[in-house]
């Protein structure tokens, strides 16, 4: 299991000792997926947050008519799980599917609470993980409101700079509040711009 990624990642915000990388080492599980795979399916327990160590991850909520909604994607280097659900333990609402080939390194949810208590260098890492996912969703949220589609999707691929070639038009148009073919329109209209 290669997590030279993850403490590049942690080391960004807490300095970690060769101890506390070994036990952290010791708790994570590796978990390949392939592209279209279900990783956690709605209705089940939330078990684990999931970290990407290569690929892309979605995340979505599918609503009563079969519509799926995209809450998240998650590209390498970043983490992904169902938080109301890891926090309290009902079964999480949202299904996570990966968008191509890649390999998930899974934190246990009773692990994480060990490591917290345990580990108060790791408790901050999170603390501020945690604090910036709200900050982004909240910023997410106004830019819904307060910017335009296009100005939307130049947001997500500057934010996702690849992504588009593992994701179907119609989850870009989900995370970005718009039909599949208004997206397509945006597209249209930024090409015939730049040329």
């Known amino acids: 299991m290669n997590i030279n990624t ?5 080391n960004q915000f807490v300095t970690m000792d060769a101890a506390e990388a070994e036990y952290l080492n010791s708790l994570l599980i590796t ?4 592209q279209g795979e279900i990783i956690v399916k709605a209705g089940e327990p939330a078990r684990y947050l999931m970290y990407v160590n290569t690929g892309y991850v979605m995340t979505y909520f599918t609503d009563n008519d079969g519509d799926d909604h995209v809450i998240q994607f998650a590209a ?4 992904a799980g169902d938080l109301f659900s890891l926090s309290h333990q009902p079964n999480t609402q949202y299904t996570t599917r990966g968008m191509c080939d890649g390999e998930l390194l899974l934190l246990p949810r009773l692990a ?12 901050h890492y999170f603390r501020v ?3 910036n996912s709200v900050i ?8 819904s409101y307060a910017t335009t ?17 593992y994701v179907p038009q119609k989850y870009i148009a989900s995370y970005l509040g718009i039909t599949p073919e208004f997206l397509s329109k945006i597209r249209k209209n930024m090409a015939r711009k730049a040329s």
């Open 6 to 10: 993850l403490l590049s990642h942690i």
């Open 136 to 143: 982004r969703h909240q910023m997410r949220f106004v830019q």
């Open 31 to 34: 978990r390949p997926y392939r």
């Open 129 to 131: 993980l945690f604090q």
């Open 149 to 165: 589609a296009e100005q939307r999707y130049l947001a997500f691929v500057e934010t996702y700079p690849a992504m588009e070639q």
């Open 112 to 123: 994480q609470q060990q490591l917290f208590e345990d580990h108060i260098k790791i408790e």
């Open 76 to 79: 390498e280097g970043w983490w």
